[in-house]
T-cell receptor, first 118, second 113 residues
Framework: GAVVSQHPSRVICKSGTSVKIECRSLDFQATTMFWYRQFPKQSLMLMATSNEGSKATYEQGVEKDKFLINHASLTLSTLTVTSAHPEDSSFYIC??????????????FGPGTRLTVL | GESVGLHLPTLSVQEGDNSIINCAYSNSASDYFIWYKQESGKGPQFIIDIRSNMDKRQGQRVTVLLNKTVKHLSLQIAATQPGDSAVYFCADYNTGTASKLTFGTGTRLQVTL
């Protein structure tokens, strides 16, 4: 299947700093990428839908000014956690939607980024 | 799926036995369902999917059953192996809503020797 990468795989930062997480589709073009957050022992919660060349669509309760999403190309979306606080510590996972996936329309998930805010 | 933020339920199965993991979903408009496997510290990995016009689909050692009447999905793993130990999530979506997945709560499968 298609490959999605994330960078960094883990990051530790001080409270108040901003952290950027990259999501790349390596062998296909992704017009749509999704950002999820997963707390320990919980399910994935969709944060936002990132569309190439347009503004992201945020889920209810997700602050767009805190979680900045940029989808500047068909292979790259970035999530910036601004002024991070300890409660933002979580596992952030992106997925990329391959519109050419045919019948399956499968989303391909990245390996995740573990963010720890001290 | 129905994600309510609870701690993950755990299913313990002996190696070689069959595993059955269940999932409920709430959106009656969902027409596409997927099972994912997630190992610790990794992203979800696609296992098998099924469309709403089917009630059963088989893969290699895995079978997914769909009961639309009661909005229930199950994943059956035959001859469970230690490498099957992971958290399993169901996800559903309506193909008319831009592929927006809703994940279930998840079940941790522990395979004992």
């Amino acid at each position: 299947g298609a490959v999605v990468s994330q960078h960094p795989s883990r990051v530790i930062c001080k409270s108040g700093t901003s952290v950027k997480i990259e999501c790349r589709s390596l062998d296909f073009q992704a017009t749509t990428m999704f950002w999820y957050r997963q707390f320990p022992k919980q399910s994935l919660m969709l944060m936002a839908t990132s569309n190439e060349g347009s503004k992201a669509t945020y889920e209810q309760g997700v602050e767009k000014d805190k979680f900045l999403i940029n989808h500047a190309s068909l292979t790259l979306s970035t999530l910036t956690v601004t002024s991070a606080h300890p409660e933002d510590s979580s596992f952030y996972i992106c997925s990329a939607y391959d519109a050419s996936g045919g019948v399956n329309n499968e989303q391909f998930f990245g390996p995740g980024t573990r963010l720890t805010v001290l | 799926g129905e994600s309510v933020g609870l701690h993950l339920p755990t299913l313990s199965v002996q190696e070689g036995d069959n595993s059955i993991i269940n999932c409920a979903y709430s959106n009656s408009a969902s027409d596409y369902f997927i099972w994912y496997k997630q190992e610790s510290g990794k992203g979800p990995q696609f296992i098998i999917d099924i469309r709403s016009n089917m009630d059963k689909r088989q893969g290699q050692r895995v079978t997914v059953l769909l009961n639309k009447t009661v909005k229930h999905l199950s994943l059956q793993i035959a001859a469970t192996q230690p490498g099957d130990s992971a958290v399993y999530f169901c996800a559903d979506y309506n193909t008319g809503t831009a592929s927006k997945l809703t994940f279930g709560t998840g079940t941790r499968l522990q395979v004992t020797l």
